[in-house]
């Protein structure tokens, strides 16, 4: 899952196929979407698990979002979907749109699964030190961003750089990008948890010890 900017589309509603776009239209096609059960009501790429909530959202697979065919639409976390549209981040969290970090040790989608959890553990658990030393650590990977890419240490700026980019250097993007990950910010998905409580949701199927093995890979 690369680093993502929406280019085909000059302005896509923040309410796109989410659970806030209350379209007749829109509200199908999430339900078929989320029955499929290949699907698995799980996140296409991190396997968050949704439960019977609605917190996931639609992604369009070769970015065209007027392309609704069964195989063009998965589910995806919130976490995983704002990836591949990194210029919306800032509209739908104002003030809260993350940070870009160097974290070549593990991919993105390792890096929203394991968030998950510690954005789950942080609410159930908000004065553990271990917990908030684990974010801290993530948040200091800012700082080991090589000098090259130096100006691109905020997703709004990453975003106006891949914008400008050719349509040939945009494809291969993953090899100037390689190990930059988008770290989440944590204040605006802490008011989830109590949402997955009553609706049977998992932040991962991965189970604890492993995200304990992701934490000390990274050095958390």
């Known amino acids: 899952m690369l680093l993502s900017v929406s280019r085909k589309l000059e302005r896509i509603s923040l309410r796109h196929f989410s659970r806030s776009d209350d379209?007749?239209?829109?509200?199908?096609?999430?339900?078929?979407?989320?029955?499929?059960s290949a699907h698995g009501r799980r996140c296409h790429f991190c396997?968050?698990?949704?439960?019977?909530?609605?917190?996931?959202?639609?992604?369009?697979?070769?970015?065209?979002?007027?392309?609704?065919?069964?195989?063009?639409?998965?589910?995806?976390?919130?976490?995983?979907h704002a990836v591949h549209h990194l210029d919306l981040v800032w509209r739908?969290?104002?003030?809260?749109?993350?940070?870009?970090?160097?974290?070549?040790?593990?991919?993105?989608?390792?890096?929203?699964?394991?968030?998950?959890?510690?954005?789950?553990?942080?609410?159930?658990?908000?004065?553990?030190?271990?917990?908030?030393?684990?974010?801290?650590?993530?948040?200091?990977?800012?700082?080991?961003?090589?000098?090259?890419?130096?100006?691109?240490?905020?997703?709004?700026?990453?975003?106006?750089?891949?914008?400008?980019?050719s349509d040939q250097d945009y494809e291969n993007r993953g090899a100037l990008l390689n190990g930059l990950r988008w770290l989440p910010p944590v204040d605006p998905l802490l008011g989830y948890v109590n949402d997955w409580s009553s609706s049977g949701s998992a932040f991962s199927q991965l189970h604890p010890d492993n995200w304990q093995q992701l934490l000390t890979v990274v050095g958390a």
């Not at 829109?26 to 029955?35: A, D, H, M």
């Not at 392309?67 to 639409?73: G, P």
């Not at 917990?131 to 948040?139: F, G, P, R, V, Y």
Request: aromatic share 10%; hydrophobic share 40%.
């Open 23 to 36: 379209g007749l239209a829109s509200q199908q096609l999430r339900k078929n979407v989320i029955n499929i």
């Open 47 to 80: 396997n968050l698990a949704f439960g019977d909530g609605q917190h996931f959202e639609i992604h369009n697979v070769d970015g065209d979002h007027t392309n609704l065919e069964s195989q063009n639409v998965v589910p995806a976390c919130e976490l995983c």
């Open 92 to 165: 739908k969290w104002p003030g809260y749109s993350g940070k870009i970090i160097f974290l070549p040790e593990i991919n993105q989608e390792q890096l929203n699964a394991m968030f998950w959890a510690l954005v789950f553990a942080k609410k159930m658990k908000p004065e553990s030190d271990e917990i908030s030393n684990a974010i801290a650590k993530l948040e200091s990977r800012q700082q080991a961003i090589p000098d090259f890419l130096d100006k691109l240490r905020d997703p709004f700026s990453l975003s106006v750089f891949l914008k400008k980019l």
